[in-house]
C-alpha cells in the first residue's frame, strides 16, 4: 500500500491506497494454463496486452516492487539480482511513479514503463 495526500473538505489527508488499483499480477505459464482460464476467473475484467502478446512484468521489477513494501521479502537467489543500467533505469522509473498522487496515472505510466522496456529488450536481442 501507498500513502497519498487527498484533499478531502478543504483538509489535507494522508490515505492508504493500491499502487496499481484494479490490477492484479499473476505469475502463470500460458503454455500449461490457458489464458481463457485466467479470464474467466471471477473479477478478471481482461489481461493487459500490447497488441497480441499479453503484458510481462519482468521478475527484477516485481521482486524490487514486493520489498520496496514488504521488507521481509526473500531475497531472490544469487544471479536474479538485476544490477545492469536497464534494471537500475527500471527502479528509478518506478521511484518516480510512486510519486503519482492518481492512481490512474500510475498504473497508465507503469503500463508505459512495461511498453518501452519490452522494446528496449527486443532491440537488445536484435543486436
Not at 490490477?23 to 502463470?28: K, N
Not at 500490447?50 to 514486493?66: C, H, N, Q
Amino acid at each position: 500500500m501507498l500513502t497519498v495526500k487527498k484533499q478531502r473538505r478543504g483538509q489535507w489527508q494522508e490515505e492508504a491506497e493500491a499502487l496499481f488499483a484494479n490490477y492484479l499480477f499473476v505469475h502463470f505459464n500460458p503454455d500449461q494454463l490457458s489464458v481463457t482460464r485466467v479470464q474467466a476467473t471471477r473479477g478478471v475484467a481482461r489481461l493487459v496486452r500490447f497488441g497480441e502478446t499479453l503484458a510481462r512484468v519482468p521478475d527484477e521489477v516485481l521482486i524490487d516492487l514486493a520489498r520496496r513494501y514488504n521488507p521481509l521479502v526473500a531475497l531472490p537467489e544469487e544471479g536474479k539480482v538485476c544490477s545492469q543500467p536497464m534494471c537500475t533505469a527500471l527502479q528509478q522509473a518506478l521511484a518516480d511513479i510512486e510519486q503519482e498522487s492518481s492512481g490512474e496515472v500510475r498504473a497508465l505510466r507503469f503500463l508505459q514503463l512495461l511498453q518501452d522496456h519490452r522494446l528496449l529488450a527486443s532491440r537488445h536481442r536484435e543486436e
